[in-house]
Structure formats: C-alpha cells, structure tokens
C-alpha cells in the first residue's frame, strides 16, 4: 500500500474563500500531481511537479496553484472558490521501476463550493 | 502517447475469470502498457504494467499480444469487490509523459 495523505477528504466551502488541499507522501517520491475529477467522469492532470520548486500546469486549464518547497508535500490552492470548483481532487506520485511511472494516488478531496 | 480503447462495462460472475480486453492499435515500441482501476469514489489503484512480455503479480496477470497492438487484463478469480472501473492506459517513459486516462471499462461483479 502507498503512503499518500490528503485532508480534508471532505470540504463545504462558501464562494470567494482561500482553500488549500493538502497532499503528502512519505515515499520519498520525485514526482507529485493533482488531477480533478468530476463524478463517473474521466480524471483531468491540472498540476504536476518533478521535484522540489518544479511545478508545472497539466492537460486541464485550472485556476489553482500548487507549490513543492519539500519533497513530501505538495499543495494546491484556491484563492478564491467558485461553484464551478466544485469537483473531487485526487493528488498522486510515482515511483520510477522496472523502467515505469507507477503512480500512487491519495483517497482523494471531495470539494463542494456553494 | 498512443489512445486506447477500452469497452464501456462488462460483467463477470463471482468467482470466475474477468477477462478486460483493451485496444492499442497505435502503440508504439517504447510505450508501455498500464492498468489502473477506481473504486467508486476512492483514488486510482495501480495494478500491474508491461512492455512486451506478460506479466503476473498478487492482483493480475497481464497479456499483450506478440504485436502488441492489444492486451487483456485478466483478474483470475473476481470477487465483488473487483467492481470498479478499469483503465488501460498507454505510455512511455519520457520525462514529462503523464498518464492520460480514458473512459475505461466498468466491470460489475455479480453474485
């Protein structure tokens, strides 16, 4: 089993407040991404990071933000919530073996903005 | 990255082999090729990946054709709570290659 953490796994937030999702792996894993996915949809890569002050946006135009200072942590930040953030994020890492990118995905945020 | 196609759902009886087959006409000779399911609700699980050889580990054994076009993921003995959506994806190694997931199958398994 991976270990890979994201709180809160629930959040009910009103429009125009900061968020910040947590994510953390004590793996030791380079790589780090945020994906979103709405319910029984496809997941969408919005953030991904290579290592320590990489970060880079993914496939999926977001208006969040992600930071990488230590290897373990990488979160993502709303500054300011609109229902139209209203989705599941999943953060995820890999471990580069036997010549592939395993990623390890956390148990995911669901978040509600009304 | 080369697309894959996977059918939409299929269903399996308890207990029995569940056989998910999935279509990777375009791959190409450094891509590999990975499974991942998603249990409603909970995070994507990794399940096994390959190149060109089968492969086998604790949840499933992979098969991918000697032109490797196509492939099949075989759970041996499906229990329910194999009941989740399965996703084939196709990738290479690339620094900067991400995991691009698709529809995927959506297996039900049936008492």
């Known amino acids: 089993e991976a270990d890979i953490y994201q709180t809160p796994r629930y959040l009910v937030i009103g429009t125009g407040k900061k968020i910040t999702l947590e994510c953390s792996q004590t793996m030791g894993h380079d790589k780090m991404y945020w994906y979103q996915q709405d319910p029984g949809m496809e997941l969408h890569l919005i953030h991904y990071s290579y290592g320590v002050n990489s970060t880079e946006k993914g496939d999926l135009s977001s208006e969040s933000t992600v930071s990488r200072i230590r290897t373990e942590h990488f979160p993502l930040t709303l500054e300011s919530a609109r229902p139209s953030h209203t989705s599941q994020y999943l953060c995820?890492?890999?471990?580069?073996?036997?010549?592939?990118?395993?990623?390890?995905f956390g148990p995911g945020t669901r978040l509600l903005v009304l | 990255d080369a697309k894959t196609t996977q059918p939409p759902s299929m269903d399996c009886a308890e207990g029995r082999a569940a056989n998910l087959p999935c279509n990777h006409s375009t791959i190409s000779g450094n891509e590999y090729v990975y499974w991942y399911r998603q249990i409603h609700s909970q995070g994507p699980q990794y399940i096994i990946h390959?190149?060109?050889n089968n492969e086998t580990n604790e949840m499933a054994s992979l098969i991918i054709t000697e032109d490797r076009k196509s492939s099949t993921l075989i759970l041996p003995h499906a229990t329910l709570r194999d009941t989740a959506v399965y996703y084939c994806i196709s990738m290479n190694n690339n620094a900067g290659n991400m995991l691009t997931f698709g529809g995927g199958t959506r297996l039900m398994v049936k008492p």
């Open positions: 390959g190149l060109k």
């Open positions: 995820a890492s890999s471990d580069p073996r036997r010549g592939g990118e395993t990623q390890y």
